[in-house]
Every structure is written in C-alpha cells, then in structure tokens.
C-alpha cells in the first residue's frame, strides 16, 4: 500500500475521531484544521502523480466538508447573483 493512501486514510480516520466529541462551534474550528492539514496532503499527493488517490481524496474531502461547502456555493451565488 502506497504512503499517500495510508495518510489519506489516517486524514480520513483523524475527522471521523474529530466529528466524535461534541463542539461548542458546530466543529467549524475543527474543520479548519482538517483543511490546514488537507490541503498540504493533496497538494503532495498530486505531485508524487498518485492521481487515482488524490482524486478519491477530494472526493472523500467533499464528503467530510459537506456543509462548508454548502456555506461557500451559497455565498458565491450571492455574490454573482440577485
């Protein structure tokens, strides 16, 4: 089993522990760490040319940050639109 696939699973391991105890924030603090840690671990996926990992990554990231995102296409039809 490749490293990029065993970090994308302890990153994937890491949010279901973190989205296990409750949250005083609706756990927004600990999606940014998810994001501080995803976004370097994608980023470096990618560049070792493991594209079938880092696209089940992104799409196991879309997943787990399934309101953020919900928050962001929000806010941007808001911002191009009426």
Same mark, same amino acid.
């Given at each position: 089993?490749?490293? =990029?696939?065993?970090?994308?699973?302890?990153?994937?391991?890491?949010? #279901?522990?973190?989205?296990? #105890?409750?949250?005083?924030?609706?756990?927004? *603090?600990?999606? &940014?760490? @998810?994001?501080?840690? !995803?976004?370097? @671990?994608?980023?470096?996926?990618?560049?070792? !040319?493991? &594209?079938?990992?880092?696209?089940?990554?992104?799409?196991?990231?879309?997943?787990? #940050?399934?309101?953020? @995102? *919900? #928050?962001?296409? *929000?806010?941007?039809? *808001? =911002?191009? !639109?009426?």
């Amino acid at each position: 089993m490749s490293m =990029q696939l065993v970090s994308v699973c302890l990153w994937i391991l890491l949010a #279901f522990v973190m989205a296990a #105890f409750p949250s005083n924030d609706n756990h927004w *603090r600990r999606a &940014y760490i @998810l994001m501080t840690i !995803g976004a370097p @671990l994608l980023i470096w996926i990618a560049w070792t !040319g493991h &594209y079938w990992v880092a696209a089940l990554f992104v799409a196991v990231a879309c997943l787990v #940050f399934r309101w953020p @995102l *919900r #928050f962001l296409w *929000r806010w941007m039809r *808001r =911002q191009v !639109g009426p």
